[in-house]
């Protein structure tokens, strides 16, 4: 039987739902979640199967304008992932149209994806009416040469399945790349950090989230099946230190059974948790922080 497999790189806005497509594309939570931009920090990679094909989804932070070292490794490593990708899918959100944002996007797009192909995913259709939809599709298309068109909710599910089997038909022939029930490739130590994460910026407000970074420091295999994990938050100033913590420690402690119960699913077994902060108000500077998240540090330079 002859086989395909390659990489498809999502890439958008911050907030378009590349994660959400990534973790319906795969049919689990692979990549973290929020209603918040800049969720995503780094390429996040989940591994499909459509009939003979593999299909590798990279997904990757949101592109937008980078202020800080972390936004430009952030928006680095999102281009990255798109210049490496056998096929490029960009997706907007339907019901926000052609920003600035989508626009400084089109700019660098084609020579990134120099020849290769990319197809645009006008996500969230769910929220808006169709006759806007086939607009939007047209103003998008005379603004580059997208070689195709697919409208889809990734929360819902829609149009993904068509979106899919496009995707595969257009991958190289080859081996797979990932044994067959292999569906990501980040280290547990790295997802488990993440998961805390996302409860985190979930519960947070206005920078924090933008302003800490979880790290496993230590993970234990006990032997009566269970997991001791132990992971630092690390925050810039003592008063972030008193917020994440909350009253009474209420904030800190409901992130971490929210952490725990999630990472016990995804183990499929008995987790203990033990979150500690640390204040570091260089952390945003430290080239270790980065490689910890799977970020070249240089390219924040
Ligand atoms: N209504 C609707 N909401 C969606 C859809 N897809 C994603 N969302 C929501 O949009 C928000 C952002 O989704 P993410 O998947 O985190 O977006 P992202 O592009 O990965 O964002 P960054 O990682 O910040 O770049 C979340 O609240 C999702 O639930 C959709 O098809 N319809
Ligand atoms: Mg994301």
């Known amino acids: 039987m002859s086989t395909r497999a390659g990489f498809v790189a999502l890439i958008g806005e911050p907030n378009a739902g590349k994660s959400t497509l990534l973790n319906r594309m795969v049919g689990a939570k692979v990549s973290i979640v929020t209603h918040k931009v800049q969720t995503t920090r780094a390429r996040i990679r989940g591994v499909a199967i ?19 070292r972390l936004d430009r490794a952030m928006v680095a490593a999102a281009w990255g992932g798109a210049a490496d990708a ?33 197809a645009l995913a006008i996500n969230k259709i769910d929220r808006v009416q169709s006759p806007a939809l086939l607009a939007l599709t047209k103003d998008m298309n005379d603004r580059f040469p997208f070689e195709e068109t697919f409208m889809i909710s990734a929360e819902k ?50 920078e924090l989230p933008y302003q800490l970074t979880v790290e496993t420091e230590n993970w234990e295999e006990r ?40 990472l016990e699913e995804f183990l499929g077994r008995r987790v203990h948790l033990f979150l500690q902060i640390k204040v570091r108000p260089n952390w945003l500077e430290e080239a270790e922080r980065y490689s910890e998240m799977g970020l070249d540090f240089k390219d924040g330079n």
């Open 86 to 118: 056998d096929v490029v899918v960009l997706l907007i959100e339907a019901n926000r149209g052609i920003t600035d944002g989508v626009k400084a996007i089109l700019e660098n797009l084609g020579e990134v994806t120099r020849g290769r192909k990319v």
């Open 157 to 206: 599910g829609h149009g993904v399945a068509s979106l899919r089997a496009w995707l595969a038909g257009q991958l190289p022939d080859g081996p797979w790349l990932y044994p067959e029930d292999q569906i990501a490739d980040l280290p547990l130590r790295m997802i488990a950090a993440e998961i805390t994460r996302e409860k985190l910026t979930l519960r947070l407000h206005q």
């Open 223 to 262: 032997p009566d099946g269970s997991a001791r994990i132990d992971q630092l938050i690390y925050v810039m100033r003592d008063g972030h230190k008193g917020i994440v913590l909350g009253h009474k420690g209420e904030t800190i402690k409901q992130v971490g059974a929210a952490a725990r119960a999630e």
């Open 50 to 68: 459509e009939g003979d094909a593999q299909l590798v989804f990279v997904d990757t932070p949101g592109l937008f304008k980078p202020r800080r």
